[in-house]
């Protein structure tokens, strides 16, 4: 039975999709269903982000695309100048998404926040 299922349905169902969840990165992400698959955006309190593709119709093995965020922006844009990744990467695995996603939330902060942090401090109140 699955939740699409009527609550008074008897049929078996053969629709199982294993849900996506990564409880080591403590940024809580958006989700949308796309025609591709489901779409996870994620913000990090360093300014930086990432865009998680999970394609339908593949395994967990490689379902995924990552792209690196600049959070700065609204909204936020493509960003390939981390550490973590320097271009789209396709084909990985639920594990590799996750270790890139803990990289990324533990970057050093965006210089834009570190511009605007110093500006702020050099305000007379």
Known sequence: MSL?????????????V???????VLALPTHEYVP????????FSNGYGALVVRLSGRTMADAFELCMLDCTQQPPQPTFDTT???SILS???HEAVARL???AEHLPPHPT???????LLDEVF
Request: hydrophobic fraction near 45%; proline fraction near 5%.
């Open 18 to 24: 294993e849900s996506v969840v990564f409880p080591q």
């Open 113 to 119: 926040l570190i511009r605007a942090q110093t500006s």
């Open 84 to 86: 973590v990744a320097a």
């Open 101 to 103: 996603l803990v990289q």
């Open 36 to 43: 591709e698959g489901e779409l996870y955006t994620f913000c």
């Open 4 to 16: 699409f299922d009527p609550i008074d349905s008897d049929h078996q169902s053969f629709l199982f």
């Open 91 to 93: 084909n990985l695995s």
